[in-house]
Protein backbone atom coordinates (compact mmCIF):
# COMPACT_ATOMS: atom_id res chain seq x y z
CA UNK A 1 0.00 0.00 0.00
CA UNK A 2 2.89 2.70 1.26
CA UNK A 3 4.64 1.82 -2.49
CA UNK A 4 0.99 2.00 -4.60
CA UNK A 5 1.03 5.95 -2.58
CA UNK A 6 4.75 7.19 -2.95
CA UNK A 7 4.47 6.27 -6.78
CA UNK A 8 1.52 8.13 -7.51
CA UNK A 9 3.00 11.20 -5.68
CA UNK A 10 5.72 11.07 -7.47
CA UNK A 11 3.95 11.13 -10.92
CA UNK A 12 2.25 14.27 -9.65
CA UNK A 13 2.87 17.49 -12.52
CA UNK A 14 6.13 19.58 -11.63
CA UNK A 15 4.50 22.73 -11.58
CA UNK A 16 2.12 21.64 -8.46
CA UNK A 17 5.15 20.48 -6.67
CA UNK A 18 6.77 23.06 -7.22
CA UNK A 19 4.04 26.14 -7.07
CA UNK A 20 1.65 24.49 -5.26
CA UNK A 21 -1.22 25.68 -7.60
CA UNK A 22 -4.22 23.66 -7.23
CA UNK A 23 -6.65 22.95 -9.70
CA UNK A 24 -9.31 25.26 -9.42
CA UNK A 25 -13.15 24.69 -9.14
CA UNK A 26 -14.14 26.17 -12.10
CA UNK A 27 -12.18 28.15 -15.20
CA UNK A 28 -14.83 30.64 -15.98
CA UNK A 29 -16.20 29.28 -18.60
CA UNK A 30 -18.45 27.13 -20.69
CA UNK A 31 -22.04 26.19 -18.44
CA UNK A 32 -23.30 23.14 -17.36
CA UNK A 33 -25.33 20.38 -20.04
CA UNK A 34 -29.36 20.77 -19.45
CA UNK A 35 -31.26 17.59 -18.70
CA UNK A 36 -32.57 18.05 -22.55
CA UNK A 37 -29.27 18.66 -23.63
CA UNK A 38 -27.49 15.18 -22.14
CA UNK A 39 -31.13 13.28 -23.28
CA UNK A 40 -30.49 14.27 -26.66
CA UNK A 41 -26.99 12.51 -26.69
CA UNK A 42 -27.61 9.57 -23.72
CA UNK A 43 -28.87 7.48 -26.09
CA UNK A 44 -27.13 3.93 -25.83
CA UNK A 45 -28.84 0.88 -25.63
CA UNK A 46 -27.38 -2.01 -24.11
CA UNK A 47 -27.56 -5.62 -25.20
CA UNK A 48 -29.89 -6.78 -21.99
CA UNK A 49 -32.26 -3.74 -23.69
CA UNK A 50 -31.34 -0.57 -21.30
CA UNK A 51 -31.88 2.48 -22.50
CA UNK A 52 -34.72 1.21 -25.01
CA UNK A 53 -37.49 4.01 -25.03
CA UNK A 54 -41.15 4.07 -24.85
CA UNK A 55 -42.92 3.24 -28.29
CA UNK A 56 -43.42 0.15 -30.32
CA UNK A 57 -43.15 -0.67 -34.08
CA UNK A 58 -43.91 -3.73 -36.87
CA UNK A 59 -43.02 -5.17 -39.57
CA UNK A 60 -45.16 -4.00 -41.56
CA UNK A 61 -44.85 -0.23 -40.82
CA UNK A 62 -41.72 -1.72 -40.93
CA UNK A 63 -41.07 -2.02 -44.53
CA UNK A 64 -43.05 0.59 -45.93
CA UNK A 65 -40.69 3.08 -44.45
CA UNK A 66 -37.49 1.27 -45.29
CA UNK A 67 -38.64 1.40 -48.98
CA UNK A 68 -39.02 4.84 -48.85
CA UNK A 69 -35.61 5.84 -46.19
CA UNK A 70 -33.32 3.02 -46.75
CA UNK A 71 -33.79 0.84 -50.13
CA UNK A 72 -31.76 3.39 -52.40
CA UNK A 73 -28.49 2.41 -50.40
CA UNK A 74 -29.53 -0.67 -48.95
CA UNK A 75 -31.89 -2.71 -51.49
CA UNK A 76 -34.91 -4.46 -51.71
CA UNK A 77 -36.20 -7.63 -53.03
CA UNK A 78 -35.37 -7.06 -56.01
CA UNK A 79 -32.16 -6.09 -55.73
CA UNK A 80 -29.79 -9.12 -57.10
CA UNK A 81 -27.05 -8.28 -54.83
CA UNK A 82 -24.58 -10.77 -56.66
CA UNK A 83 -24.44 -8.42 -59.14
CA UNK A 84 -25.68 -4.64 -57.91
CA UNK A 85 -23.13 -2.16 -56.67
CA UNK A 86 -24.78 -0.71 -53.86
CA UNK A 87 -23.44 2.06 -51.29
CA UNK A 88 -24.13 0.20 -48.25
CA UNK A 89 -23.73 -3.05 -46.94
CA UNK A 90 -26.30 -6.13 -47.38
CA UNK A 91 -29.26 -6.07 -44.62
CA UNK A 92 -31.21 -8.87 -44.94
CA UNK A 93 -29.19 -12.51 -45.69
CA UNK A 94 -29.36 -15.93 -44.68
CA UNK A 95 -28.69 -16.68 -40.93
CA UNK A 96 -26.93 -19.72 -41.07
CA UNK A 97 -23.15 -19.13 -39.73
CA UNK A 98 -21.86 -20.40 -43.08
CA UNK A 99 -23.34 -17.58 -45.23
CA UNK A 100 -21.03 -14.32 -46.17
CA UNK A 101 -21.39 -11.69 -46.31
CA UNK A 102 -21.05 -11.04 -42.26
CA UNK A 103 -25.05 -9.51 -41.72
CA UNK A 104 -27.33 -8.83 -39.05
CA UNK A 105 -28.71 -12.22 -39.91
CA UNK A 106 -25.81 -14.54 -39.43
CA UNK A 107 -23.73 -11.92 -37.31
CA UNK A 108 -25.00 -9.70 -35.17
CA UNK A 109 -25.44 -11.19 -31.35
CA UNK A 110 -28.05 -8.81 -30.17
CA UNK A 111 -31.52 -7.47 -31.87
CA UNK A 112 -30.96 -4.58 -29.23
CA UNK A 113 -27.90 -3.15 -31.27
CA UNK A 114 -30.50 -3.09 -34.91
CA UNK A 115 -32.23 -0.56 -32.69
CA UNK A 116 -29.55 1.22 -30.78
CA UNK A 117 -27.33 1.77 -34.60
CA UNK A 118 -30.54 2.81 -36.66
CA UNK A 119 -31.15 5.27 -34.09
CA UNK A 120 -28.05 7.00 -33.83
CA UNK A 121 -26.84 6.25 -37.19
CA UNK A 122 -29.09 5.87 -39.88
CA UNK A 123 -30.25 6.76 -42.66
CA UNK A 124 -27.05 7.76 -43.53
CA UNK A 125 -27.72 11.33 -44.95
CA UNK A 126 -30.27 12.03 -42.09
CA UNK A 127 -29.28 10.47 -38.69
CA UNK A 128 -31.22 11.44 -35.66
CA UNK A 129 -34.35 11.85 -37.76
CA UNK A 130 -36.22 8.72 -37.33
CA UNK A 131 -38.82 8.49 -34.53
CA UNK A 132 -38.16 5.87 -31.58
CA UNK A 133 -41.79 3.84 -33.26
CA UNK A 134 -40.16 4.39 -36.94
CA UNK A 135 -36.71 2.67 -35.53
CA UNK A 136 -39.01 -0.11 -33.77
CA UNK A 137 -40.77 -0.55 -37.10
CA UNK A 138 -37.67 -0.94 -38.99
CA UNK A 139 -35.80 -3.04 -36.55
CA UNK A 140 -38.96 -5.48 -36.47
CA UNK A 141 -38.86 -5.09 -40.44
CA UNK A 142 -35.44 -5.74 -40.71
CA UNK A 143 -35.68 -9.00 -38.33
CA UNK A 144 -38.79 -10.49 -40.32
CA UNK A 145 -37.29 -9.97 -43.82
CA UNK A 146 -33.97 -12.53 -42.07
CA UNK A 147 -36.62 -14.58 -40.52
CA UNK A 148 -35.98 -13.95 -36.89
CA UNK A 149 -39.17 -12.83 -35.43
CA UNK A 150 -43.00 -12.88 -37.37
CA UNK A 151 -44.04 -10.39 -39.24
CA UNK A 152 -47.05 -9.73 -36.71
CA UNK A 153 -44.65 -9.66 -33.70
CA UNK A 154 -44.71 -5.93 -31.78
CA UNK A 155 -41.31 -5.09 -30.94
CA UNK A 156 -41.08 -2.71 -27.63
CA UNK A 157 -38.37 -2.15 -24.66
CA UNK A 158 -40.17 -5.55 -23.40
CA UNK A 159 -39.72 -7.87 -26.22
CA UNK A 160 -36.94 -7.13 -28.44
CA UNK A 161 -34.24 -7.69 -25.77
CA UNK A 162 -36.22 -11.02 -25.55
CA UNK A 163 -35.36 -11.77 -29.53
CA UNK A 164 -32.77 -14.69 -29.71
CA UNK A 165 -30.33 -13.69 -32.54
CA UNK A 166 -29.10 -16.87 -34.30
CA UNK A 167 -25.26 -15.46 -34.10
CA UNK A 168 -25.76 -14.90 -30.16
CA UNK A 169 -23.69 -18.76 -30.35
CA UNK A 170 -20.86 -18.19 -32.02
CA UNK A 171 -19.39 -15.91 -29.33
CA UNK A 172 -18.19 -16.20 -26.22
CA UNK A 173 -17.51 -13.91 -23.34
CA UNK A 174 -14.06 -12.34 -23.13
CA UNK A 175 -13.84 -13.39 -19.46
CA UNK A 176 -10.14 -12.62 -18.95
CA UNK A 177 -9.07 -10.28 -15.73
CA UNK A 178 -6.00 -8.82 -17.32
CA UNK A 179 -2.19 -10.21 -16.85
CA UNK A 180 -0.01 -11.76 -19.76
CA UNK A 181 -2.69 -12.56 -21.92
CA UNK A 182 -4.38 -9.91 -22.80
CA UNK A 183 -2.65 -7.94 -25.62
C1 LIG B 1 -27.37 7.36 -48.21
C2 LIG B 1 -27.20 5.91 -48.12
C3 LIG B 1 -27.85 5.19 -46.95
C4 LIG B 1 -29.16 5.26 -46.51
C5 LIG B 1 -30.30 6.08 -47.09
C6 LIG B 1 -29.24 4.34 -45.41
N1 LIG B 1 -28.05 3.73 -45.16
FE1 LIG B 1 -27.67 2.31 -43.76
N2 LIG B 1 -25.70 2.31 -44.26
C7 LIG B 1 -25.15 3.12 -45.26
C8 LIG B 1 -23.71 2.93 -45.26
C9 LIG B 1 -22.72 3.63 -46.19
C10 LIG B 1 -23.44 2.01 -44.23
C11 LIG B 1 -22.07 1.50 -43.76
C12 LIG B 1 -21.62 2.44 -42.68
C13 LIG B 1 -20.34 2.03 -42.03
O1 LIG B 1 -19.93 0.86 -42.12
O2 LIG B 1 -19.75 2.90 -41.37
C14 LIG B 1 -24.70 1.63 -43.64
C15 LIG B 1 -24.84 0.72 -42.62
C16 LIG B 1 -26.05 0.28 -42.12
C17 LIG B 1 -26.22 -0.80 -41.17
C18 LIG B 1 -25.11 -1.66 -40.58
C19 LIG B 1 -24.93 -2.87 -41.48
C20 LIG B 1 -23.85 -3.82 -41.02
O3 LIG B 1 -24.10 -5.05 -40.99
O4 LIG B 1 -22.75 -3.37 -40.70
C21 LIG B 1 -27.55 -0.92 -40.92
C22 LIG B 1 -28.23 -1.91 -40.00
C23 LIG B 1 -28.22 0.11 -41.71
N3 LIG B 1 -27.27 0.81 -42.42
C24 LIG B 1 -29.58 0.32 -41.74
C25 LIG B 1 -30.20 1.34 -42.46
C26 LIG B 1 -31.60 1.64 -42.37
C27 LIG B 1 -32.61 0.85 -41.57
C28 LIG B 1 -31.83 2.73 -43.17
C29 LIG B 1 -33.13 3.47 -43.36
C30 LIG B 1 -33.74 4.03 -42.15
C31 LIG B 1 -30.57 3.09 -43.78
N4 LIG B 1 -29.60 2.24 -43.31
C32 LIG B 1 -30.41 4.11 -44.71
C33 LIG B 1 -25.82 3.93 -46.15
C34 LIG B 1 -27.16 4.24 -46.06
Not at 120 to 147: F, W
Amino acid sequence: MLATMVKVSAQQPRNVEKTGTKTPAKYGFGRTATLKEISLLDIDVRPDGKGLPAGQGDALKGKALYLSKCAVCHGNNNTDFSTAKLPAPMLVSDTSAKSRPKAIGNYWPYATTIFDYLRRAMPYNAPGTLTNDEVYSITAYLLHANKIIKQSDILNAETLPKVVMPAKKLFIMDDRKGGPEVK
